[in-house]
Every structure is written in C-alpha cells, then in structure tokens.
C-alpha cells in the first residue's frame, strides 16, 4: 500500500495533491497518458475543459478497474495541457475523483498534442493491492532482446 507524506520542511500542498508516496508492496500499474476519447475513439467534450477533465478521469478509472484498481490506488499524476488556466479552474473535477491521502502530481503547459481538438492528457501511476488486483489474461510479458 501506498503512503502519501507532506515534509513539514516543505511547502504546504494549496490542491489535491500530496508532496511524495512511498510505494509499498503491491502491483505497481502505469497507465499511458489518457484524452478525452470515449470508447469508439470519439472526443468527448470538445472546446470545455471540464467536460475534458472528467472524460480523461473516467478512462483512468475505467482502465485502473479493469485490472481490480480503484482511484484511491493512483500514487501519481501528470497532467500535460495547452491551456493551464483553463485547466487549473476544473480542478473541482479532479477533486471529484480524489480524497486525500491525495496522489503526487506534476502540471505542465504544452504547445500542443497530437490533435488540435485534445487540450488535456493525463498519466497515472497507481499501487493496486495484491488481493485485488486482476492480471488481464491478455497480457504480454513485455522482453528485450538478446
């Protein structure tokens, strides 16, 4: 299980996110960046940042779920986007998908992604606890070559 930790020699955390985790013993998952597709690759949201914002949360919910992960597992956070203000005010959305202990995050503004209509992608990382996590039967042992 993960531990969220707030240095006291540091500044104080002003949003929903934590300084650091410590990552314990469980199944460490690492999701690519998500947009706002829904499952037929469609843009969801187009032109509002918080129907963005949700969308991108609901595909890291739906693929933490499917391998036994819960939102509350996610340890770590990267948010890239074009408009940073835009994004900074949906940050009611985020706190939809967190309570504290909350996950480590990095924001950064970007000039673009690979679609002009996509202004926000999201990476996670997360520690889903062993008792709960699904290994997909259709995963690949991932080998570099000899």
């Given at each position: ?21 410590v990552?314990?013993?469980g199944?460490i998952v ?17 032109g ?6 949700g ?6 919910q739906?693929a933490?779920?499917?391998v036994?992960g819960?939102?509350s597992d996610?340890?770590s956070l990267?948010?890239y ?10 940050g ?8 504290e ?20 992608e999201?990476?996670?990382s997360?520690?889903i606890?062993?008792?709960r996590f ?7 042992a991932?080998?570099?070559?000899v």
């Open positions: 299980m993960a531990e969220s930790y707030n240095p006291d020699d540091l500044w104080t955390p002003f949003g929903a996110f934590s300084m650091m985790m990552q314990g013993s199944q690492n999701l690519k960046g998500q947009v706002s597709l829904d499952t037929a690759s469609n843009l969801v949201g187009a509002d940042m918080r129907v963005l914002v969308q991108v949360l609901a595909n890291i739906t933490l779920s499917a036994g819960l939102m996610v340890t990267t948010h986007t074009t408009d940073i203000e835009a994004f900074m005010g949906a009611d959305i985020r706190n939809a998908y967190f309570t202990p909350f996950p480590i995050t990095t924001t950064i503004q970007v000039a673009a992604l690979y679609h002009p209509d996509l202004v926000i999201i990476t996670a997360a520690e606890p062993h008792e699904k290994r997909p039967a259709q995963a690949r991932m080998h570099c070559p």
